[in-house]
């Protein structure tokens, strides 16, 4: 197939711009690679948790002592919804 003489710069542009692509591509690649951040962000959670030292039971008394503890608690007091309320109305 013959080729007009305007159609032969166009080799060119595309290795040009495949080139380029192989760049950008090798240097969010090398980005990423390289990336060393220090910061810890185990510190910044909203989570709040509660550490309860565990007891070993040695009788019949200690888990019903469990029990009554487990019943005590009262998620839905210490369930705070309104900011996810408000995300999703925000939605």
């Given at each position: 197939?013959?080729?007009n003489?305007?159609?032969?710069?166009?080799?060119?542009?595309?290795?040009?711009?495949v080139?380029?692509?192989?760049?950008?591509?090798?240097?969010?690649?090398?980005?990423?690679?390289?990336?060393?951040?220090?910061?810890d962000?185990?510190?910044?959670?909203?989570v709040?948790?509660?550490?309860?030292?565990?007891q070993s039971i040695?009788?019949s008394d200690?888990?019903?002592?469990?029990?009554?503890?487990?019943?005590?608690?009262?998620?839905?007091?210490?369930?705070?919804?309104?900011?996810?309320?408000?995300?999703?109305?925000a939605?």
């Open positions: 197939m013959r080729t003489k305007d159609q032969r710069g166009i080799i060119g542009f595309t290795a040009i711009l080139i380029l692509l192989v760049a950008a591509v090798g240097y969010a690649a090398y980005t990423v690679v390289t990336f060393d951040d220090e910061t962000y185990s510190d910044q959670s909203k709040k948790t509660k550490t309860v030292q565990q040695t009788d200690d888990i019903t002592d469990q029990l009554n503890e487990i019943e005590d608690i009262d998620l839905e007091a210490e369930l705070d919804t309104s900011e996810l309320d408000a995300a999703l109305k939605f």
